[in-house]
């Protein structure tokens, strides 16, 4: 009996020192922990589902501020006209921080919907066809897709504060 009573004096002396009002609060996430966490999560719930088949996968690489989201589309059959694969390259910090959702009734899907800031053509994508062909095209903008509007929405909160860090380190 007293080894369980001194177990839950331990117990709650440890949770007292937890809501202690002096302990500081965390700090935010660095750059490096969002864009690890952006990795993972794009790995775990970008899909796109219809019909219960995964129709469109995506997932977001970063090498500090230079971010890549590579785009597959499973399933499709191969030709020279479907595409099969979409890699997208651009610089965070030139990018919109006002990252917006975008819902799709029709086909019920949220998509995160990411823009330049100065509106120019300027973010890369290769686009890669079923025979192996590939097209280089320029965008101002471009949508990633997620499994649930909870998960797009988490998404783009990490992309805005990635935006805004790359920015800040951009401005100095």
């Not at 302990?23 to 969002?34: F, I, K, R, V």
Request: aromatic residues 10%; contains cysteine.
């Amino acid at each position: 009996m007293t080894r369980a009573f001194t177990a839950i004096l331990l117990l709650c002396a440890a949770l007292s020192g937890l809501a202690n009002p002096q302990s500081t609060p965390a700090p935010p996430p660095t750059l490096e922990d969002t864009l690890l966490w952006m990795n993972r999560f794009s790995r775990d719930h970008g899909f796109r589902y219809d019909g219960g088949r995964v129709r469109q996968s995506n997932f977001f690489y970063s090498k500090g501020c230079g971010a890549s989201f590579e785009v597959l589309f499973p399933g499709r059959k191969v030709s020279k006209t479907s595409i099969s694969k979409k890699t997208v390259d651009a610089k965070l910090e030139e990018l919109n921080p006002k990252v917006t959702l975008q819902t799709n009734e029709k086909e019920n899907t949220v998509e995160v919907y990411f823009e330049r800031l100065d509106a120019q053509m300027k973010i890369h994508e290769t686009i890669q066809y079923g025979d192996g062909s590939k097209l280089d095209a320029w965008v101002s903008s471009d949508t990633l897709y997620f499994d649930a509007r909870g998960s797009a929405i988490r998404f783009a909160r990490a992309l805005s504060r990635a935006i805004t860090l790359c920015t800040e380190i951009k401005l100095g």
